[in-house]
C-alpha cells in the first residue's frame, strides 16, 4: 500500500502525518509555524518531518499545502504576506524532490480545504463547487471537474477582495470582524472575547452578540450570492472556525443567500458546512497530489 507525507503549513501551526492510499491517516502530528522566523525556517521544518517519516515509512510521496500564492507547476511561493518572511520565492517542491528523490506537489491551503470538500465532504460528487474559509479574512477557492480553478494569473478565488458596500467582502464578513464589532459595542477588549464567547450569549438573548451576527450573515448571504451569478456552483461549502456553529448560522445565511438570489439559480444551489476540520489541508494536498501527479 503506497504511503504520502502530507504536510499543512498555516500561519500558526503545522499540522503533518503520513495518509495512505485509502485515505486512512498513519498518523498525525502538530508544531508551531513560528512565522516569524521565515520561509527558510518553515522549509527546514518540511525536510525534517519527511526526513523522520521517511525512516519510518516507505513514503510514495509528498503532499503539501501552504499559506501563500503557489504557481502549482513550479511548486513554489509566488506571494506571501508579510505574517511569513522571506517565504515568496521559497522552492518546495524543487527542494523536498532534490532532497529525498521523492515526487512532491504544492497547493495554497484554501484550494486544498475546498479539494478536501469537493472530494470527501460537502461537495462529494459535484462538477462545480464553491468552498469559503471565514476566518481573520475571507478565502475562497473554485472546483471544476474535480480541478482548482486558478484563473490567468493565479489569483482565481480570491474573493476575500470582492468589492461590497463600500468595503470587501472580508472586511465585512470575516469572523474577525464579528469580534472586533462586539468587542466595539460592549466596550471591551477584543483579546477579551472569541467566536465562542459571542454565540453563547447570542443563544442567551445578547442582543448586541445576536444583532453582529445577523449583519454578519446579511453579509455572507449576499457576498455568496454574487458570487453564485457568476460561477454558477451546484454546491456552496463554509469552513472557518465560526461554521462549528452550524445550527445557529445554517438558517441565517441560506435566508439571505435566497433573498439575494433570483429563486432559478437559488433553489438549485446547496449550502453545506465543512466536514473535515483539521485535516482538510493535509488531505486535500493529497487529492491535489493525485491530480497533478496525472497531468505530469
Request: glycine residues 12%; proline residues 2%.
Amino acid at each position: 500500500m503506497k504511503n504520502y507525507v502530507c504536510i499543512d503549513v498555516g500561519g500558526t501551526s503545522i499540522k503533518y502525518g503520513v495518509i495512505s492510499e485509502k485515505l486512512d491517516f498513519v498518523v498525525t502530528a502538530e508544531m508551531d509555524t513560528e512565522a516569524s522566523k521565515g520561509g527558510q525556517n518553515i522549509l527546514s521544518k518540511m525536510v525534517e518531518i519527511v526526513s523522520n517519516y521517511k525512516d519510518n515509512y516507505k513514503i510514495d510521496g509528498i503532499c503539501i499545502s501552504t499559506a501563500g500564492m503557489v504557481d502549482c507547476e513550479k511548486g513554489e511561493i509566488i506571494h506571501a504576506s508579510s505574517l511569513i518572511p522571506n517565504y515568496t520565492g521559497t522552492k518546495i517542491k524543487a527542494t523536498l524532490e532534490e532532497k529525498f528523490n521523492i515526487p512532491c506537489e504544492v497547493e495554497n491551503d484554501v484550494n486544498c480545504a475546498a479539494l478536501a470538500e469537493h472530494f470527501a465532504g460537502g461537495a462529494k460528487g459535484s462538477k462545480i463547487s464553491l468552498c469559503l474559509t471565514i476566518g481573520t479574512g475571507i478565502g475562497g477557492a473554485i472546483i471544476i471537474n474535480n480541478e482548482v480553478y486558478h484563473g490567468a494569473f493565479g489569483s482565481g478565488g480570491e474573493v476575500g477582495y470582492m468589492n461590497m458596500m463600500g468595503s470587501t467582502f472580508q472586511k465585512l464578513g470575516a469572523s474577525s470582524v464579528l469580534v472586533k464589532k462586539v468587542a466595539e459595542m460592549k466596550n471591551i477588549d477584543e483579546k477579551d472575547i472569541n467566536g465562542k464567547y459571542i454565540f453563547d450569549k447570542a443563544k442567551d438573548g445578547d442582543p448586541d452578540c445576536i444583532k453582529a451576527i445577523e449583519e454578519l450573515t446579511e453579509v455572507l448571504g449576499e457576498g455568496i450570492a454574487n458570487i453564485c451569478y457568476i460561477i454558477n456552483p451546484e454546491v456552496v461549502v463554509l469552513g472557518g472556525g465560526i461554521m462549528a456553529q452550524r445550527e445557529y448560522l445554517y438558517d441565517k445565511i441560506r435566508s439571505s443567500m435566497d433573498k439575494n438570489l433570483i429563486p432559478f439559480i437559488g433553489d438549485k444551489t446547496r449550502l453545506e458546512f465543512a466536514v473535515n476540520e483539521n485535516k482538510a489541508g493535509m488531505l486535500g494536498a493529497y487529492f491535489n497530489f493525485i491530480n497533478m501527479q496525472k497531468k505530469r
